[in-house]
Antibody, heavy 119, light 112 residues
C-alpha cells in the first residue's frame, strides 16, 4: 500500500525557517517524481514545488522561488522541503504527493502537515 | 501561467441525479508529447485531495464509473452520472502540462 507521511510542520515566526519531510513507503520511491502542494485554510490548492526521480531537476512556484528548497534522499525514501524567510502567506497545509505515471498530477497524497507563520 | 476557470463554483444536487462541472483553460493543454495533462481531483471535507481522472478521461483504479471526464484542447467536463452522499466535497480541475501546475478555483458539491 502506498503511503506518504508528512512531518515537521508547526508554528514559526515571520522570517523564520522550517523543514518538512515526506516519508514514502509501499512503492519504489527512487522511480517517481514527487511534489509539494499547499492549501491555505478555506482556500484552493496551490502547487509549490516538484522534483524528478533522481532529484537533480527541481521546479518551483514563483511565490516560493529563492526561499524554498526541495530535495530527496532516495536511500531513505524521503523527500524534504526546506522553507526559509517564511511569510504570513505561507501559512497552509502542505501536502506531499507522488507524480502519477500517466497524470503528473499526484496519484497519491499524504495527509498534510500544517505550517503556521505568525508572530 | 495557465489559468483554469471552473463553473459553477457550487452545485446542489439531489441524490441519484447527475451533476456536471466545467473547466476551461486559458491556453491549450496539449503537451509536446501529444498528451493532455488535465486531471480532476476530489477533496472530501477534512481530507487530502484524491485523484479521480487523469488525461481528460482516464479513471484512476478504484474510482467509481459514475465519474467520467471529457473534453479537448481548452474545454473539459467532469460528470457524475448519479450523485451519491459520499460525493460531497470540492472538485478541482488541474493542469500539469506545464509548470507551474495550476488549479481551478474548486466546485463545492452538496446534496440538496
Amino acid at each position: 500500500e502506498v503511503q506518504l507521511l508528512e512531518t515537521g510542520g508547526g508554528l514559526v515566526q515571520p522570517g523564520g525557517s522550517l523543514s518538512l519531510s515526506c516519508a514514502a513507503s509501499g512503492f519504489t520511491f527512487s522511480s517517481y517524481a514527487m511534489a509539494w502542494v499547499r492549501q491555505a485554510a478555506g482556500k484552493g490548492l496551490e502547487w509549490v514545488s516538484s522534483l524528478n526521480a533522481g532529484g537533480d531537476e527541481t521546479y518551483y512556484a514563483d511565490s516560493v522561488k529563492g526561499r524554498f528548497t526541495i530535495s530527496r534522499d532516495n536511500s531513505k525514501n524521503t523527500m524534504f522541503l526546506q522553507m526559509n524567510s517564511l511569510r504570513d502567506e505561507d501559512t497552509a497545509i502542505y501536502y506531499c504527493g507522488r507524480h502519477g505515471s500517466g497524470s503528473f498530477t499526484p496519484d497519491y497524497w499524504g495527509q498534510g502537515s500544517l505550517v503556521t507563520v505568525s508572530s | 501561467d495557465i489559468v483554469m476557470t471552473q463553473t459553477p463554483l457550487s452545485l446542489s444536487v439531489t441524490l441519484g441525479q447527475p451533476a456536471s462541472i466545467s473547466c476551461r483553460s486559458s491556453q491549450s493543454l496539449v503537451h509536446s508529447n501529444g498528451n493532455t495533462y488535465l486531471s480532476w481531483l476530489q477533496q472530501r471535507p477534512g481530507q487530502p485531495p484524491r485523484l479521480l481522472i487523469y488525461q481528460i478521461s482516464n479513471r484512476l483504479s478504484g474510482v467509481p464509473d459514475r465519474f467520467s471526464g471529457s473534453g479537448a484542447g481548452t474545454d473539459f467536463t467532469l460528470k457524475i452520472s448519479r450523485v451519491e452522499a459520499e460525493d460531497v466535497g470540492v472538485y478541482y480541475c488541474t493542469q500539469a502540462t506545464q509548470f507551474p501546475w495550476t488549479f481551478g478555483q474548486g466546485t463545492k458539491v452538496e446534496i440538496k
